[in-house]
T-cell receptor, first 113, second 114 residues
Framework: AQSVTQPDIHITVSEGASLELRCNYS??????LFWYVQSPGQGLQLLLK??????LVQGIKGFEAEFKRSQSSFNLRKPSVHWSDAAEYFC???????????FGTGTSLTVIP | GAGVSQSPSNKVTEKGKDVELRCDPISGHTALYWYRQSLGQGLEFLIYFQGNSAPDKSGLPSDRFSAERTGGSVSTLTIQRTQQEDSAVYLCASSLGGTVYEQYFGPGTRLTVT
């Protein structure tokens, strides 16, 4: 069955520190992978996506993610976190047909001064 | 340009009543999705529309839930005989469709069933 696991429910980092949010997926075919961010009171915004090609993808707001097929992972990283990055982050895998997406339960990020 | 809009933003209803939630997708987007986000949970896929094709209803949790999309644009999600467990944020998203394009999400409708 298709699923997405985000093992960290909540992460706290200091402003300026590096960040890595974990995402593991289970999918029977080539996955189409996404990271979304949901700020308080805001809708979900796409940070980055992986469809094929280079396994290291760059997104908006200085985020990047690396697809590792052998580990079924698509971890999100940022070298230096800003206070405005505090939000909920969701990893998702999409069916190639576009008809279904499977989201993880999210990781809540707190940034401390 | 205009994004995905949803109305109402908040809805409080009594148990047993029917509710209708509306979604206006981005113009030109042929694919439309409904999700449910419960407290502390991820997004639960409900239903998918692509153009004039029959919708994928595989995520609807019960026959109390239904959705329609008129003219390939606006969509309405209807919940009949609401239950307290239906309380959640209902999110709508649209995409260019056809294959796996990124989705653009609306702000959601927060439904509270008392």
């Amino acid at each position: 069955a298709q699923s997405v696991t985000q093992p960290d429910i909540h992460i706290t980092v200091s402003e300026g520190a590096s960040l890595e949010l974990r995402c593991n997926y289970s999918y029977g075919a080539t996955p189409y992978l996404f990271w979304y961010v949901q700020s308080p009171g805001q809708g979900l915004q796409l940070l980055l996506k992986y469809f094929s090609g280079d396994t290291l993808v760059q997104g908006i707001k200085g985020f990047e993610a690396e697809f590792k097929r052998s580990q079924s992972s698509f971890n999100l990283r940022k070298p230096s976190v800003h206070w405005s990055d505090a939000a909920e982050y969701f990893c998702a895998v999409g069916a190639p047909s576009g008809n279904q997406f499977y989201f993880g339960t999210g990781t809540s990020l707190t940034v401390i001064p | 340009g205009a994004g995905v809009s949803q109305s109402p933003s908040n809805k409080v209803t009594e148990k047993g009543k029917d509710v209708e939630l509306r979604c206006d997708p981005i113009s030109g987007h042929t694919a439309l999705y409904w999700y449910r986000q419960s407290l502390g949970q991820g997004l639960e896929f409900l239903i998918y529309f692509q153009g004039n094709s029959a919708p994928d209803k595989s995520g609807l949790p019960s026959d109390r839930f239904s959705a329609e999309r008129t003219g390939g644009s606006v969509s309405t999600l209807t919940i009949q005989r609401t239950q307290q467990e239906d309380s959640a944020v209902y999110l709508c998203a649209s995409s260019l469709g056809g294959t796996v394009y990124e989705q653009y999400f609306g702000p959601g409708t927060r439904l509270t069933v008392t």
